[in-house]
């Protein structure tokens, strides 16, 4: 593996653990809806540094997404929760950024913390074993 696309997947990793201690410190003011928002980018963040060392890579959130069932979900090599899950997320991200008059309610929303930290932690496992495996 080039150390440039090495170099890149960690950046990514670390940006992940990056938003989900952004989302704590949300979850921790109030702020649900950006709140929300960090959560799909921790999760976003870590499936792009896995398809990108599987030479994958879009500039759109629905190309990632795309690649993502279709390289990952599909193929058996992340399990389908785990799909259903950054869907979700990225649907009630895009609600929350760009629909008028939603404001998701922290009680209904805090649970989904766990649930993309878990999914980060399974998502860096596979690409901290590609790694050791080039």
Avoid: P
Avoid at 21 to 47: D, I, M, P
Avoid at 85 to 110: A, H, P, T, W
């Amino acid at each position: 593996m080039k150390e440039e696309i090495r170099t890149l997947a960690i950046y990514r990793l670390e940006r992940a653990h990056e938003s989900l201690e952004e989302a704590k410190l949300l979850l921790q003011s109030g702020h649900a809806n950006t709140f929300v928002n960090r959560l799909y980018y921790a999760c976003f963040y870590v499936v792009s540094a896995l398809l990108f060392i599987k030479g994958l890579s879009s500039a759109k959130h629905s190309g990632v997404r795309s690649l993502f069932h279709k390289n990952c979900v599909k193929t058996g090599i992340v399990d389908a929760e785990m799909g259903h899950l950054y869907d979700m997320l990225f649907d009630n991200r895009q609600k929350g950024d760009y629909s008028d008059m939603v404001r998701f309610k922290i009680e209904d929303v805090q649970h989904w913390y766990d649930e993309a930290h878990k999914f980060v932690e399974g998502i860096e496992n596979l690409v901290k074993k590609e790694m050791s495996t080039e």
